[in-house]
């Protein structure tokens, strides 16, 4: 089955820190950016992060100096380390990535998981 599978978060103190992980599953990344997301209670999903084929990134604003994303493209994961956490961090954060599957490329979603940071 192809997938993109989530792991990493859970509940951590602010000023704590988190690395997500993003594995696909039965397919590989395409040649296309990948990126976070994130999704608060009550609030849009808004984009985290972004990281190129290349490994050149894009952040949020405000995100800035707390936040790296990454990607290996051998291992088709891309990862988020998450420092100095603060509560309004805590949301659910997804990965997106093109995948190649046969000669298709699909546009996949993570399923999701959820991020606390207690005050």
């Known amino acids: 089955q192809v997938q993109l599978v989530e792991s990493g978060g859970g509940l951590v103190q602010a000023g704590g820190s988190l690395r997500l992980s993003c594995a696909a599953s039965?397919?590989?990344?395409?040649?296309?950016?990948v990126g976070w997301y994130r999704q608060g209670l009550g609030n849009l999903r808004e984009v985290v992060a972004t990281v190129s084929d290349g490994g050149r990134t894009t952040y949020a604003d405000s995100l800035k100096g707390r936040f790296t994303a990454s990607r290996d493209n051998a291992k088709n994961t891309m990862y988020l380390q998450m420092n100095s956490l603060k509560p309004e961090d805590t949301a659910d954060y997804y990965c997106n990535a093109i995948l190649r599957v046969g000669m298709d490329f699909i546009d996949y979603w993570g399923q999701g998981i959820q991020v606390t940071v207690s005050s």
């Open positions: 039965g397919a590989a990344f395409a040649s296309n950016a």
